[in-house]
């Protein structure tokens, strides 16, 4: 019963509103024949006599006269508000439908000026009051004198550094038309009532022009005399709606709902005998039926259908992608990893007791597998449950069988619940290695690290049936097994692609910055390809031989806080051939360097493939390779000193390769 005296409650409040718009529609439409309230009578004030609508006296009841035109009488003056300002009504003519008002401001003395923050309304027909006067005097204060013929001195206000003056021109109070060296006082309507103002008038004649006053136009509507008929018949069919609706009975609340603008049309049809006027009402009541009727069908009808079709909607769209991986999941069950259950990797976690890390793509949790040992769990976010990513990985890894690249060894999926089941790396990434500020690693061990990863993508692009583009190679997705074998890891972002295929569409272009080719931002590098992973791969090595992210914070030059360019700088000066010996840097950072530079070129076809890149670093000869062109950007080419650039080449403490 509640909810149904909710619904009908706000069906009635429609159904006022739309009442309230007969009443405001009616009000227009006029009702000559009937006749004025008592309430409302004409009143006097002064010599002003018979004042009635739009007129209206301060205390009047509500519905008499029109609210702006109210006056109020003091001392046999009457006097009313335009704007800020108040001015005396010296004269009414309903014939003409305006009235003429006159500054209070303006005093007896020789020398008047309107106040500056009373300014009437100007020749606006959208306010209920606005002059006809067709003129303005302009009041102007110049801190220069001005000589010309519209510029009337005011002498009596001007001083010695201080010039007033008046203008009457018909644009004289456009911010256009007058000099840069004055500024407004104040403006006023000025009208000759009996003789047109002068364009050139002097204040002397302005004067007597304003104690005249101006006149101002009645408002552009007709006498609403007949708006309380209105108001009293709609106040009588809302008390009578009330009383049905207060009842408990639904047989009052069906009539209070149905009858409420046939009660209300009685009612009009009470006070009106013209017959115009009681066909205008009873078409408008119908429009008012007609809409209710629409309301009450949209309310109960199409929105409970619109609910329930975006509901099915949403429910088949779910299904179709969780079928879709269901179907995939099958076809690769035979094939490719093994498929847990939920509850299995609940088991193999230990309920998620021991956390690895958080990657992009969701939590990874250190488990145990009966079999294989210790195993990573990648439990996948709730960004992931669209299936795209998932999919995308569990195809990708489950097609790849090498030494550089991480082992799937199954997966989970139970509706919106994904989860990856990697082999476990105890080292975990390479990241925590290179960027530590004591490094442990040597540089053999360094150069047997790169060498592996670029084995690895060299693998992903050329020793599939489909080409495979990382996208995402960083140190963080390079993980170290017991021996420091580095395994390409976190194929959520990866693409498979047709070996010949070597362009990719823009939609692919994602990443992670710092690591990201330009080409995958702005296609005015070039086309998308597998040399986006060749440049990745190049800011790799360079993190690999540096290893200066998290270290020398201090310096004092801004330049060596840039690792690339410091080195570059270093390998192109005339001395390249002493560095190795004097300044105390690695043969092998400096040809991790040279590989990186030629890999990080700005123009995809400028930099080797990944089968080149191994070759360069198989070499054990780094003088065969020869320095790339600059590939950075806005970055200061001049170095202060050698030492500084290359003193900062750490001597790694060893872990030897029976490690």
């Not at 395994?487 to 498979?496: I, N, Q, S, Y």
């Not at 560095?579 to 995809?604: A, N, T």
Request: charged share 20%; glycine share 6%; proline share 5%.
């Amino acid at each position: 019963m509640a909810i149904s005296g909710a619904l009908f409650l706000a069906g009635i409040f429609q159904t006022l509103s739309i009442l309230a718009v007969l009443g405001v529609l009616v009000t227009k439409s006029g009702a000559a024949d009937f006749q004025e309230q008592p309430a409302c009578v004409a009143f006097s004030c002064g010599h002003l006599e018979d004042i009635r609508y739009p007129f209206r006296l301060q205390g009047d009841p509500l519905g008499c006269g029109d609210e702006a035109y109210e006056l109020v009488c003091r001392d046999g003056r009457a006097s009313i508000h335009i704007n800020t300002g108040k001015y005396f009504v010296t004269d009414i003519s309903y014939n003409e439908s305006r009235f003429w008002v006159v500054d209070a401001n303006l005093d007896n003395s020789s020398c008047p000026l309107p106040l500056w923050n009373s300014l009437p309304y100007f020749n606006d027909m959208g306010t209920k009051l606005y002059t006809s006067a067709v003129r303005w005097a302009t009041f102007l204060n110049c801190s220069r004198a001005i000589n010309n013929g519209m510029y009337m001195p005011v002498a009596c206000l001007s001083g010695n550094t201080s010039f007033v003056y008046v203008l009457t021109t018909s644009s004289s109070y456009y911010v256009q038309n007058i000099e840069p060296s004055c500024g407004y006082l104040a403006v006023i309507p000025v009208d000759g009532r009996t003789k047109n103002v002068p364009d050139y008038a002097s204040y002397a004649d302005v004067v007597k022009f304003m104690r005249n006053g101006f006149p101002v136009l009645f408002p552009q509507v007709e006498s609403p005399s007949h708006s309380p008929v209105i108001k009293a018949c709609a106040r009588d069919t809302f008390q009578n709606f009330k009383e049905q609706m207060s009842s408990r009975n639904i047989q009052n609340w069906t009539s209070a709902i149905i009858g409420t603008e046939l009660q209300f049309l009685g009612c009009v049809i009470d006070y009106y005998s013209s017959a115009t006027q009681v066909w205008v009402t009873l078409v408008l009541v119908l429009a008012v039926e007609i809409v209710k009727c629409i309301i009450v069908l949209c309310r109960f009808i199409l929105a409970p259908l619109t609910v329930l079709t975006f509901l099915g909607y949403k429910y088949r769209k779910t299904r179709i992608s969780i079928d879709a991986v269901e179907k995939f999941l099958r076809m690769q069950q035979a094939l490719g990893p093994k498929r847990y259950a939920y509850t299995e990797i609940t088991a193999i976690t230990g309920h998620f007791r021991e956390k690895l890390g958080q990657g992009g793509y969701g939590s990874v949790y250190k488990g145990f597998l009966p079999g294989d040992g210790h195993v990573a769990i990648k439990m996948l976010s709730n960004s992931m449950c669209n299936g795209e990513e998932f999919i995308s990985e569990v195809s990708t890894i489950s097609r790849i069988h090498h030494v550089n690249v991480v082992r799937l060894v199954g997966f989970c999926s139970e509706e919106l619940r994904r989860a990856l089941v990697y082999e476990y790396m105890p080292c975990g990434s390479l990241d925590k290695y290179i960027f530590s500020p004591k490094k442990s690693l040597s540089w053999d061990k360094l150069n047997e690290i790169a060498l592996g990863i670029a084995r690895g993508i060299d693998y992903l692009h050329h020793g599939c049936d489909m080409q495979i583009m990382h996208f995402d190679i960083k140190p963080h997705n390079i993980l170290l097994d017991s021996n420091f074998t580095p395994k390409v890891a976190d194929f959520g972002l990866a693409k498979l692609y047709p070996r010949d295929d070597s362009l990719v569409p823009v939609s692919a272009a994602r990443g992670t910055i710092g690591y990201i080719a330009p080409e995958m931002i702005s296609r005015s590098f070039g086309a998308i390809s597998c040399k986006a992973d060749v440049y990745s791969f190049g800011m790799l090595l360079l993190d690999i031989a540096g290893g200066r992210r998290n270290r020398e914070q201090h310096t004092s030059n801004s330049a060596d806080l840039y690792y690339p360019a410091l080195v570059y700088d270093c390998l192109t000066r005339q001395e390249v051939s002493e560095i190795s010996e004097d300044v105390g840097i690695h043969w092998v950072e400096r040809k991790l360097c040279i590989v990186g530079f030629c890999c990080i070129q700005m123009k995809p076809a400028e930099r080797p493939s990944m089968s080149e890149v191994v070759e360069m670093l198989e070499s054990d000869d780094p003088d065969n390779l020869q320095v790339p062109p600059r590939p950075f950007f806005g970055v200061d080419d001049h170095i202060s000193e050698m030492d500084d650039c290359c003193h900062s080449s750490s001597k790694s403490s060893a872990i030897s390769e029976d490690d």
